[in-house]
């Protein structure tokens, strides 16, 4: 095994570089970027493993992170970053660190490692990738350009003050040459950004705030400037991509303080949003408030996934997102325009749909001193592993919960700051959903028998080979039928997928791969 590792190395160590096209192909001997095409469908159009050998599906290699001991905070390593894989090698990371290992055998090529200054170590969505440049966070604030060859840091830019409560997990977003990255933090009622940066250089091209500065569009929908100041809205995970379009789609984070809206009275534009924006100038072009004036700690960063698909016997371009706070949005994602606004889950904090389809705000909902049932789980219906659309089934596939949590108020001024709430507690389960684009309603629900399933867990991976990939909270990694969600295999891992599984082809072997806790393995099929 090593020496045909050692055969290939010189391939692999002068063939790196990133072909564009390949960003606008479906993934399958590479994988480029986050969710593997623009389109955050997670979808691939690989066969080779499929229902009729499922049972043939085996470990090929597993590759595990060694010599790193539990992480400050957050303990052992989680890998939550999808790997990106170009020229038949993965690029993956958890906090502070990066790996490229051979995307046959699992062997380590190099491993990069960053001493960070602060900053949450709550995960790493992993790289994006650029020619032959890697581009990387530290939880600290510091955007960091890599080698794709060897390793090597090019530069590094100081974006967010890990002072200020900022923290960085998110993988950046290439188009064209753009280099697109957000940012998270809520303890210090920061104000949230994206921005588009060289990928040359690491020079910013342009910001795009998250809330408005005074006589802005959307100013009007705060009470005054210093709680536009310090209104939120951040943007920790990567959008999608319309390249005909040439629109950029993304889910902001909930306004600041968290819970507490009292000192924020309105809507509070941009947060809690969709938003198309123009890649090379990052203006405005629509917008769609999943949740107006959230006072529940509901981001709506979510994944906007992006599909043709008839409306009506229409064919439509569409966007379509199951959101934190329980609703599944459909948009005409030329226009933001909403054709469907239905919970997947609980959303009694709403008390209806306003003419845009944006939800209504329940008022005898929010959060009170002495509490306020809602049937939403404590941390929303959903989190941040990604969801996947089928265009075989029409489908869209969510990892959802459904229960009953207590929102409290715990800071009663008129100006709360930081945190002036919180909300958990009651029951929840959680399952599997797939969703019908056109009415929103479930089709199928698998719900897991054991819990823990928490505000992560795993993402979800449709094939061409008409199968669903995912994890459950018993550490399973599982193969659906996406149609019927019947099981059809499974594997017991010793931690939970902790990733969003992606797959690739390689010299006409197909491989799954998933991190699960520490840990990644890369199945295929068993060969006599």
């Known amino acids: 095994m090593r020496a045909v590792a050692l055969a290939f190395l010189p391939l692999l ?21 986050y969710n593997g095409d623009y389109s955050g469908r997670r979808y691939s159009t690989l066969a080779q493993i499929n229902q009729s050998n499922i049972g043939s599906l085996a470990l090929n290699w ?37 790996w490229a290992v051979n995307a046959r055998t699992g062997e380590e090529l190099w491993h990069y490692s960053w001493v960070d200054h602060g900053g949450h170590l709550v995960g790493n969505r992993g790289v994006g990738m650029y020619r032959d440049w890697l581009y990387f966070f530290g939880p600290d604030g510091w955007f ?33 040459n753009h280099v697109i990255i957000g940012v998270g933090g809520d303890a210090m009622d920061v104000p949230g950004f994206l921005e588009s940066r060289d990928p040359d250089t690491g020079e910013l091209q342009w910001r795009w705030n998250t809330a408005p500065r005074p006589g802005e569009p959307g100013s009007e929908t705060w009470p005054n400037q210093a709680a536009m100041e310090h209104g939120g809205g951040m943007t920790w995970l990567p959008g999608t991509y319309d390249p005909d379009l040439n629109l950029i789609y993304w889910g902001t984070g ?70 934190r706070n329980g609703f599944f949005f459909v948009l005409d994602r030329t226009n933001g325009k909403s054709l469907v606004s239905k919970g997947f889950v609980g959303v009694n904090w709403a008390k209806g749909i306003d003419e845009k389809g944006q939800p209504i705000p329940d008022p005898a909902k929010e959060p009170k001193v002495d509490g306020s049932i809602i049937d939403t789980p404590g941390g929303g219906g959903t989190n941040w592993p990604p969801p996947s659309f089928s265009p075989d089934t029409g489908l869209f596939y969510v990892n959802a919960r459904r229960g ?26 959680p399952l599997l959903e797939a969703l019908d684009y056109k009415t929103g309603k479930v089709v199928w629900s698998h719900v897991y028998p054991t819990g823990n399933f928490g505000n992560a867990g795993a993402g979800i991976l449709t094939t061409a080979g008409k ?10 990694l599982i193969a659906y039928d996406p149609a019927t969600g019947r099981i059809l295999w499974h594997f017991r891992a010793p931690s939970i997928v902790s990733n969003g599984p992606m797959t690739y082809q390689l010299d006409g072997k197909q491989y799954l791969v998933v991190g699960a806790g520490d840990t990644l393995y890369a199945f295929a099929l068993v060969r006599n």
């Not at 009953?404 to 389960?429: I, K, N, W």
């Not at 199968?467 to 399973?476: E, I, Q, R, V, Y």
């Open 13 to 33: 160590l002068t063939a790196q570089g990133l072909d564009p096209a390949k960003l606008l192909q479906p993934p399958t001997d590479t994988w480029p970027t």
């Open 467 to 476: 199968l669903l990939f995912t994890g459950d909270p018993a550490s399973n």
């Open 62 to 98: 597993m590759y595990r992170i060694a010599n790193i001991g539990p992480q400050r905070g957050v303990g052992n390593p989680e890998i939550k970053s999808t790997p990106l894989l170009v020229n038949g090698i993965l690029y993956f990371t958890i906090p502070d660190h990066v």
């Open 254 to 323: 909930n306004p600041n303080p968290v819970y507490a809206g009292q000192g924020r009275k309105g809507a509070n534009l941009w947060t809690c949003s969709i938003v198309a924006l123009n890649p090379d100038t990052g203006k405005l072009v629509w917008y769609f408030q999943g949740s107006p004036h959230d006072t529940h700690d509901w981001d709506n960063i979510e994944t906007p996934v992006l599909f043709d698909a008839e409306v009506s016997g229409q064919k439509r371009k569409l966007l379509a997102q199951a959101a």
């Open 404 to 429: 009953y949590s207590v929102a409290y108020l715990t800071d009663t001024d008129d100006h709360p700051e930081g945190y002036g709430g919180g909300g958990g507690g009651g029951l929840s389960e």
């Open 144 to 176: 960091i350009s890599l080698n794709a060859r060897d390793g090597k840091e090019r530069w590094r830019k100081k974006i967010a003050d890990e002072k200020m409560q900022y923290f960085t997990t998110t993988a950046a977003l290439v188009v064209k």
